[in-house]
């Protein structure tokens, strides 16, 4: 049987190994390259790509210019991850506002219409470490999870193929079924 492959895209994250763990669980191989250093095609080597989440500003368009191009002309689903979800909404001309702190488990309510919410309840509890909020889905985009702090915690394009999650998805239950959803868009 022929594993699904999956481009990890580093864009500083801490948590890598615990990010590629989580696909792997899932049945998918992956691989990670930094933003920096991202093909300029993906040329069917990959099922999916992820973006995974960052400490540089999402406002840098000039390094992340070569990954948001990939992922505009890839046809494979996209999962942007905390800061990954940011450079995608900025990218679309969102805007980022400065919120609370906030680290540790958090409720977010989902909508649970959408396939990337198959295998959780319409509450979940998932992982932030951040302080940056996207305060609404720029244009193309809809919010697709909202908390008491954020109104867009999960971000689909209209298409439905580029995903994002402000939260971290690789760390804790929730985090992991939420995965577990968008890997049934590309296995």
């Keep these: 049987m022929a594993h699904s492959r999956v481009l990890v895209v580093n864009n500083g994250t801490l948590s890598?190994?615990?990010?590629?763990?989580?696909?792997?669980?899932?049945?998918s191989q992956t691989e990670a390259v930094d933003a920096a250093s991202v093909p300029a095609r993906l040329g069917g080597r990959y099922?999916?790509?992820?973006?995974?989440?960052?400490?540089?500003?999402?406002?840098?368009?000039d390094y992340y210019k070569p990954l948001v191009d990939l992922v505009m002309g890839a046809d494979v689903p996209v999962f942007g991850i905390c800061g990954g979800?940011?450079?995608?909404?900025?990218?679309?001309g969102g805007e980022l506002a400065e919120g609370p702190q906030r680290v540790g488990g958090y409720e977010v309510q989902v909508d649970k219409a959408e396939p990337l919410f198959t295998y959780v309840k319409p509450t979940v509890t998932v992982f932030h470490r951040h302080t940056l909020?996207?305060?609404?889905?720029?244009?193309?985009?809809?919010?697709?999870g909202r908390s008491e702090h954020a109104p867009v915690e999960f971000l689909r394009s209209d298409?439905?193929?580029?995903?994002?999650?402000?939260?971290?998805l690789e760390f804790r239950s929730d985090g992991l079924e939420i995965l577990r959803g968008f890997a049934q868009l590309y296995q």
């Design 47 to 61: 099922q999916a790509v992820v973006l995974s989440g960052t400490k540089v500003r999402a406002y840098d368009r």
């Design 159 to 168: 298409d439905g193929r580029i995903l994002g999650a402000q939260a971290h």
């Design 16 to 27: 890598l190994k615990q990010l590629r763990k989580r696909f792997e669980e899932l049945g």
């Design 133 to 144: 909020y996207l305060q609404q889905a720029p244009e193309g985009f809809r919010s697709i």
């Design 85 to 92: 979800m940011q450079i995608l909404a900025v990218a679309a």
